[in-house]
């Protein structure tokens, strides 16, 4: 019986984290080759496969001279990033408006068109209004299998100088590098406001909220009318707090007695949905809040 065995290695990994995840896994944004680079891979004889939320690039061991004879401005591959909630930017710390038609756009290359080994492939520690372009500087049609959705980025990886010395110097097979490159998103933080609205009972004067775990302050802000015509008393934290899939805070709100134990009067306060966010103003760096609505 005839036995055929093929041996694969990755060249490079592109994946996606993002802090608002569990873990960082996020399960929102799918990575689509562009046609040019699918047709190319397929044509050069790689294997590009994706897998959640990371694309690798493999090639098989009894090809891999073959590296040497491919231009090095040809080892190229391009990828276009989609996004499939809604609510994606609520929870994700990048500017709420953005002026222009514009792209968030990756490489592995710095401002010297140097190829980095691996690791982050943005600008900052994480995504930022820095790495957004004008969509007319990409030139790949957007991708056919999604015709009317707009991608959020754009992402250029080149293959590291490092690998194809290796290849030149006869590396062997399983010891090439693997470069892994990723690209990270914020979780974005909000003033968090929550509204009491009262029934047959009332919020005493030391009412306050309290934290069980992760610290954190509130300051009360008094009384407020909301849009349904409902009275509200206010408590608004004194610093922007995460949003996360699953919260790191532990809130609950009690009533302090002087005389008496403290009576606790919601144990655990519900924390900021992310379909609703309210920026102050339209300024860039405008204070951005998720209201809470409580009835008591």
């Known amino acids: 019986m005839l036995s055929i065995s093929f041996n694969y290695r990755p060249l490079f990994t592109f994946h996606i984290l993002h802090e608002y995840y569990a873990n960082e896994i996020q399960q ?32 098989e061991e009894d090809k891999m001279e073959l590296l040497n004879f491919f231009p090095i401005e040809e080892l190229v591959f391009s990828f276009f990033i989609y996004n499939k909630n809604p609510y994606f930017n609520n929870f994700t710390q990048l500017p709420i408006e953005i002026q222009g038609d514009k792209i968030l ?5 710095n401002d010297k068109k140097e190829e980095l080994p691996s690791g982050k492939i943005h600008k900052q520690e994480t995504v930022s209004e820095k790495d957004f372009v004008d969509v007319s500087w990409i030139k790949q049609p957007f991708s056919a299998e999604y015709p009317l959705k707009k991608p959020i980025a754009f992402v250029e990886i080149a293959m590291p100088k490092v690998i194809q010395t290796q290849i030149a110097d006869f590396v062997p097979f399983r010891e090439l590098t693997i470069a892994n490159y990723f690209i990270k998103f914020s979780a974005r933080k909000t003033y968090w406001k929550y509204a009491f609205v009262f029934g047959k009972r009332t919020l005493e004067e030391f009412a306050e909220i309290t934290f069980e ?7 009360r802000k008094g009384n407020e009318t909301l849009l349904n015509k409902q009275e509200a008393n206010i408590f608004v934290s004194d610093e922007p707090l995460v ?13 302090r007695s002087k005389m008496s134990r403290d009576v606790e009067i919601i144990p655990r306060l519900p924390v900021p949905s992310v379909e609703m966010i309210k920026p102050e103003s339209r300024k860039e760096d405008s204070k951005v809040f998720s209201e809470i609505v409580v009835y008591i």
């Open 28 to 59: 929102d944004l799918f990575i689509v080759p562009t046609d040019q680079s699918a047709r190319k891979a397929k044509s050069m004889g790689f294997i590009l496969k994706q897998v959640e939320n990371k694309v690798t690039l493999s090639f």
């Open 105 to 109: 756009y990756f490489s592995n290359r």
């Open 213 to 219: 775990g992760l610290p954190v302050s509130f300051s």
């Open 243 to 255: 949003l996360k899939e699953f919260s790191d805070y532990n809130l609950k709100l009690i009533q």
